[in-house]
């Protein structure tokens, strides 16, 4: 069980780092929201910004949870 656990927040922190990514300006809009929040340059807008920086905090809170 452990290790399941172990799989899981591991899983956890590799999305909470994409999403900590995007939520700073990387251009890959086109991968998260459905692919439809994206701007010309592949970036997000600043709200979907902020709500990837809010989603990579419940992420990294849920990794921890989990183990």
């Known amino acids: 069980m452990a290790g399941v656990a172990l799989i899981a927040a591991v899983v ?3 999305v909470a780092v994409f999403q900590v990514a995007l939520a700073l300006g990387a251009p890959w809009g086109h991968m998260a929201y459905g692919g439809r929040a994206a701007g010309e ?3 997000l807008p600043t709200p979907f910004r902020a709500m ?3 989603t990579a905090i419940f992420l990294a809170v849920a990794a921890v949870l989990v183990l």
Do not use: E, L, N, W
Request: hydrophobic share 45%; net charge neutral; no cysteine.
């Open 52 to 54: 990837s920086g809010v």
């Open 41 to 43: 340059d592949g970036r």
């Open 12 to 14: 956890f922190a590799i």
